[in-house]
């Protein structure tokens, strides 16, 4: 069964920092592409970063250069490191994985089947 866990959400100061964990089982994993993706309230989901299966990345333009994606393929997770954080930046923040064989490399919700339930992340001023 595939299951996707992600973690590290929280209550954060603007111009702070927090990691996010998504910790992958079920599958092949180093064959798939991870994303992230996150929801606001009142706003549609929207994707924020992948990474594939090899390391390569892709970052939405709305991150701005403040969040890293990376993977640890032996311990089967993907992290979301997020600095500068904004108030904007508010929001639920998903990790994902696509159908089999796992190569999209993009970050189109629609495009990915496996969904981990979300991590709060909470930015205050």
């Known amino acids: 069964e595939v299951q996707l866990q992600a973690s590290g959400g929280g209550l954060v100061q603007a111009g702070g920092s927090l990691r996010l964990s998504c910790a992958a089982s079920?599958?092949?994993?180093?064959?798939?592409?991870i994303g992230w993706f996150r929801q606001a309230p009142g706003k549609e989901r929207e994707g924020v970063s992948c990474?594939?299966?090899?390391?390569?990345?892709y970052y939405a333009d709305s991150v701005g250069g403040r969040f890293t994606i990376a993977r640890d393929n032996a311990k089967s997770t993907v992290y979301l490191q997020m600095n500068s954080l904004k108030t904007e930046d508010t929001a639920v923040y998903y990790c994902?994985?696509?159908?089999?064989?796992?190569?999209?490399?993009?970050?189109?919700?629609?495009?990915?089947?496996?969904w981990g339930q979300g991590t709060l992340v909470t930015v205050s001023s």
């Open positions: 994902a994985a696509p159908p089999p064989p796992g190569d999209y490399d993009g970050v189109s919700p629609g495009r990915y089947r496996y």
């Open positions: 990474i594939s299966g090899i390391g390569d990345t």
């Open positions: 079920g599958f092949t994993f180093d064959d798939y592409s």
